[in-house]
């Protein structure tokens, strides 16, 4: 168990819908991490945050946005769902200035 | 950009040496991990090594790394059932960015 938490584990939605996922990042780490994982685009590094402000953007679609409220869990929300959007979302969380980013169980989204 | 290769698939025989391989193209990199992902399951820190080192070794895992020919391999020795799993290479980079890049990940099958 890594400590980071993730709700929820499933989710099914359909195409055109938004939904909210969860993380709590372990306990005293202040980044949080957000990560795909496809099929067809393996794990990707889509947004990090930091201790309530955003640090780092990759491949996050315009659709897709994220935050960190003060107690430092993150919520990364995804709107006008397409069938392609389904995929594992992670969230990793580390320490500042850590070397290492512990990752949390995922949530799976499927898109129908 | 940065890019991490890893081959696809990989079977070993129960008790024997695994030997899986990750080239990456970024120079810069600082911090180079091994990630483990059994199925259904998120991501496990396995063990990471500094760019300056050309060895770690933690019980069962060795890792080796060549940074001339940008070169990463993880052994792990004995290999076990409980070993298969897909194995994911990642770097991070030197530009302040704390994101990883991760590989395509190796599938790790054991044959009895």
């Known amino acids: 168990d890594s400590g980071v938490t993730q709700t929820p584990k499933h989710l099914i939605t359909a195409t055109g819908q938004r939904v909210t996922l969860r993380c709590s990042p372990r306990s005293g780490d202040l980044s949080v991490y957000w990560y795909q994982q496809s099929l067809d685009q393996g794990l990707q590094f889509l947004i990090q945050?930091?201790?309530?402000?955003?640090?780092a953007k990759g491949n996050i679609l315009e659709r897709f946005s994220a935050q960190q409220f003060p107690d430092l869990h993150s919520e990364l929300n995804l709107s006008s769902l397409e069938l392609g959007d389904s995929a594992l979302y992670f969230c990793?969380?580390?320490?500042?200035?850590?070397?290492?980013?512990?990752f949390g169980p995922g949530t799976r989204l499927t898109v129908l | 950009g940065e890019d991490v290769e890893q081959s696809l698939f990989l079977s070993v025989r129960e008790g024997d040496s695994s030997v899986i391989n990750c080239t990456y193209t970024d120079s810069s990199s600082t911090y180079l991990y091994w990630y483990k992902q059994e199925p259904g399951a998120g991501l496990q820190l396995l063990t990471y090594i500094f760019s300056n080192m050309d060895m770690k070794q933690d019980q069962r895992l060795t890792v080796l790394l060549n940074k001339k020919d940008k070169h990463l391999s993880l052994r792990i020795a004995d290999t076990q059932t409980g070993d298969s799993a897909i194995y994911f290479c990642a770097e991070r980079d030197n530009f302040g960015n704390e994101k990883l890049t991760f590989g395509t990940g190796t599938r790790l099958t054991i044959i009895p």
């Open positions: 990793a969380s580390s320490e500042e200035q850590s070397d290492t980013q512990y």
């Open positions: 945050y930091y201790n309530g402000e955003e640090r």
